[in-house]
């Protein structure tokens, strides 16, 4: 089958490899869409996977073979939790599946599994979900990563009437907005310097303001709108911009971060003392949180709309392309899925 593969620093090739063997336990899932993450063009930028791996970790496909899920068959539309939880340790146990260990092989992340950039994927049955009638394709690709943001503002804790700063408009500081808005938060900020990508979140509805993070004003602008903030969400990778938000944040307040950082980056940690903040690291989502999302989205489908992060759809051999152009700072992609194979 065809798939995509990282070849070296900054070099994605389409190139063959093994067709899915039917085992009796693996779901075995014709891909449909595959969805493009921030994560994927990391490792494509660092190279640092090895030639045998396919990357991507969201799809969206068709049951070739159920496999051990006897409640599945050929034909059923899908998708695939991103995660390789053991189901056995004691996170895992305890319904933290996403702090797993194992999820250092989790498929399109690591050097050992074969992700969603191919005809072909396939699944461990306990991570498939089915999609309800309800959603489209793209709707059903948007269910995990809105499940990651999900995760994020919920273990935040993010209540009516709070003050919050999000770092980077793209598509995961965008679903991050939605969340918080939806759990009551009356100022979002959000720190974005690429055009498209601000104006984009600003018709969204759900932000307050835009501010270009390299602004010397900014604090001030900040804390004259909020008196300070209650939590600010890192999801642009430049761990940089977490000073401006430890100098606009009030005592006893959170930083989340979610982004996977290229390099280290200075932290302003005596201000962090001074106010007692305190930095949460995110990764990924649980399968409660999955389902959660779907039962919310089916209630409130203007709330919390998942369609409008919709911008291209590319072939495998356009990745090269589409990677090279998210990676400048200024493009004007949202949501890239791959829907030819
Ligand atoms: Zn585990």
Request: net charge neutral; hydrophobic share 40%; glycine share 8%.
């Amino acid at each position: 089958m065809r798939a995509a593969m990282i070849a070296g620093k900054e070099k994605m090739i389409v190139t063959q490899v093994h067709d899915p063997a039917p085992d009796g336990n693996k779901v075995i899932i014709k891909t449909k869409l595959a969805g493009v993450t921030g994560y994927d063009t990391t490792l494509w930028e660092l190279g640092d996977i090895t030639e045998e791996t396919v990357p991507g970790h969201e799809i969206v496909g068709v049951v070739e073979d159920p496999g051990s899920r006897s409640d599945l068959k050929a034909g059923d539309r899908v998708t695939v939790l991103p995660l390789a939880a053991c189901l056995e340790c004691d996170f895992c146990k305890s319904g933290q599946e996403n702090l797993c260990y194992k999820n250092r092989n989790t498929p399109g992340k690591s050097k050992t599994a074969h992700g969603t950039f191919s005809e072909y994927f396939e699944a461990r049955p306990e991570f498939v979900k089915k999609v309800p009638d309800k959603f489209s394709d793209f709707e059903a690709l948007m269910l995990s990563p809105a499940a990651t943001a999900y995760h994020m503002v919920k273990e935040i804790g993010v209540q009516p009437g709070w003050n919050v700063l999000i770092s980077g408009g793209g598509v995961m500081g965008a679903l991050v907005a939605m969340w918080c808005k939806f759990f009551g938060a009356k100022y979002i900020g959000v720190f974005e310097k690429n055009r498209t990508r601000a104006l984009n979140i600003m018709d969204y509805g759900e932000v307050n303001r835009i501010f270009d993070p390299e602004d010397r004003e900014i604090i001030d602008l900040i804390l004259s709108d909020t008196r300070g903030l209650h939590a600010m969400f890192e999801c642009s990778g430049n761990a940089r911009f977490m000073n401006t938000g430890i100098l606009t944040l009030r005592r006893n307040s959170t930083i989340a971060t979610l982004s996977m950082y290229k390099k280290s980056a200075p932290i302003n940690f005596f201000m962090l003392g001074q106010k007692l903040i305190r930095i949460r690291t995110f990764n990924a989502h649980t399968p409660a949180d999955f389902d959660k999302v779907v039962e919310l989205v089916t209630a409130n489908p203007k709330k919390l709309n998942l369609k409008r992060y919709y911008s291209d759809s590319v072939g495998l051999k356009d990745l090269q392309r589409v990677f090279e152009e998210l990676t400048r700072d200024e493009h004007e992609h949202e949501k890239v899925v791959v829907d030819k194979f």
